[in-house]
């Protein structure tokens, strides 16, 4: 595996377009590539059954969560070593490490300010919730998650955070025409969906979420960089194709850059 993401990796770096397409056919075409699909976590990536990338239950693989155990335990033991492999990368300790720091905005937000008011831009599972301090979500006020995928939305109302957190089926794109009026926030953050954004998306997405942050409050963006040790294997046998594009500081891996802006 140290061998197949470490050749991966050379296009990639080099942002040789070519080579990186005529690389993920090759690997595509090559035997192995059956074998890579027998990762739970590879196969979900790639094959996409909610049909889009990053999808909630390809988080809760890399998280390690409960939800993942039924397919770990379907996988052969072949699919279940390519997992141990993959879920221990750089790139998914940092979209762990992602996690870890969004519950710790939470926290610090949640006890400087009682009665805190929080939406989640794309939330999918809301696994933050479960590292942030029983304190913190006592204190929240309002949580809104957000997320287009209904099933994304329902898996919320059965988890233990279910009291606090109003789940909200709708897209980027509902927020952006002002479609629905959702108040102002203490915090807003977006954990993953700006790695599928191109600039003006991007751009006009930021403007809607900083408008929507009240006075004092807190806007959080995190996005996966391009210093990425596994983006040949990313895009070539899961099909992720991130937009990498780095934003003030970044997670102790270097794998994912945060936008914390707050407001006056």
């Not at 690997?27 to 889009?52: C, E, N, W």
């Not at 939330?123 to 919730?129: A, K, P, S, V």
């Amino acid at each position: 595996m140290d061998a197949l993401h470490g050749a991966l990796l050379e296009p990639w770096k080099r942002n040789d377009v070519a080579a990186q397409k005529s690389a993920t056919e090759d690997v595509r075409r090559h035997s192995i590539f059956a074998q890579l699909l027998a990762d739970p976590m590879t196969r979900q990536a790639f094959r996409k059954p909610r049909g889009y990338p990053g999808d909630a239950d390809l988080i809760d693989f890399i998280y390690g969560s409960e939800s993942s155990v039924a397919g770990l335990d379907a996988a052969s033991p072949t699919g279940r070593a390519i997992y141990a492999y993959n879920v221990e990368t750089i790139a998914s300790q940092g979209v762990r490490n992602r996690r870890d720091y969004i519950a710790k905005v939470i926290d610090e937000i949640a006890e400087r300010k009682p009665k805190t008011e929080v939406l989640a831009v794309a939330c999918g599972h809301l696994r933050e919730l479960e590292r942030c301090s029983p304190t913190s979500r006592r204190a929240i006020a309002r949580f809104v998650g957000l997320d287009h995928d209904r099933r994304t939305t329902n898996f919320l109302t059965r988890q233990a955070y279910s009291d606090f957190v109003k789940p909200l089926t709708a897209s980027i794109g509902v927020l952006l025409r002002k479609e629905i009026e959702l108040g102002s926030f203490d915090l807003i953050y977006a954990a993953g969906i700006y790695d599928y954004l191109q600039d003006d998306l991007f751009i006009a997405l930021t403007r809607r979420l900083w408008e929507m942050c009240r006075s004092g409050g807190t806007l959080l963006i995190a996005n996966v960089t391009a210093d990425n040790p596994q983006i040949g294997y990313l895009d070539a046998c899961m099909d992720v194709g991130n937009s990498h594009t780095a934003k003030l500081c970044r997670d102790p891996t270097g794998i994912v850059a945060f936008a914390k802006l707050e407001k006056a």
